[in-house]
């Protein structure tokens, strides 16, 4: 059963770069049929895709915040990482990791979610 | 268009059956995937690829579509079913993801 982990600093300083990683156990990041992906939740609103890398290192982003985001995988230690720069309030939200099944498009397993707070 | 659109709310009597709908343009070249959610908890799959149910999500949970539109079914709503449900599907590009808006069921 995979599993996975979002850490990360709770507080970003306006401007700054928002950076979480997604651990992940119970299976690996390279093995093929999966993407790794990263989803948000602004206070009492609906899910937001944010984007996902695949088994090969492939990204896809939303394009709303592409200019700003960058995910990146570290197979050695078998995690996932997102970095969104020039944040602001409306980047403060649950941050979710997520493993996206490349067949049926679904996901199929998420972190617990953590709260990233952009304030001064 | 590249948007998911669902009710906000609807409300079933304990027991009875709730249809929770989804609809957009993506939906005619993907399948639809629904998550259950509860207060502060992560999402849960609860139907993938229109009808499929991960182990472990009773029978009660149903997904069905047609044309530009994907329904999710409880049928014999209890209790715990109360949440937030939120449709998901590949957007018509082949390489992005949408959700819907989400629908708040309330079990009265």
């Known amino acids: 059963q995979v599993q996975l982990l979002e850490s990360g600093p709770g507080l970003v300083r306006p401007s700054q770069t928002l950076s979480l990683t997604c651990t992940v156990s119970?299976?690996?990041?390279?093995?093929?049929?999966?993407?790794w992906a990263w989803v948000r939740q602004h206070p009492g609103k609906g899910l937001q895709w944010i984007g996902h890398?695949?088994?090969?290192?492939?990204?896809s982003y939303n394009p709303s915040l592409q200019s700003r985001l960058t995910i990146s995988a570290d197979t050695s230690n078998n995690q996932f990482s997102l970095r969104l720069t020039s944040v602001n309030a409306a980047d403060t939200a649950v941050y979710y990791c997520?493993?996206?099944?490349?067949?049926?498009?679904?996901?199929?397993?998420w972190g617990q979610g953590t709260l990233v707070a952009v304030s001064s | 268009s590249s948007e998911l659109t669902q009710d906000p709310a609807v409300s079933v009597a304990l027991g009875q059956t709730v249809r929770i709908t989804c609809q957009g343009d993506?939906?005619?070249?993907?399948?639809a995937n629904w998550y259950q959610q509860k207060p502060g908890q992560a999402p849960v799959l609860v139907i993938y690829?229109?009808?499929s149910r991960p182990s472990g999500i009773p029978d009660r949970f149903s997904g069905s579509s047609s044309e530009n539109t994907a329904s999710l079914t409880i049928t014999g709503a209890q209790a715990e079913d109360e949440a937030d449900y939120y449709c998901?599907?590949?957007?018509?590009?082949?390489?992005?993801?949408?959700f819907g808006g989400g629908t708040k069921v309330a079990v009265l």
């Open positions: 998901h599907c590949r957007d018509n590009t082949g390489d992005h993801e949408l």
């Open positions: 993506s939906l005619r070249n993907y399948f």
């Open positions: 997520a493993r996206l099944h490349s067949a049926w498009y679904a996901f199929d397993s």
């Open positions: 890398i695949s088994f090969r290192g492939t990204t």
């Open positions: 119970g299976g690996s990041i390279i093995g093929p049929g999966y993407s």
């Open positions: 690829g229109r009808h």
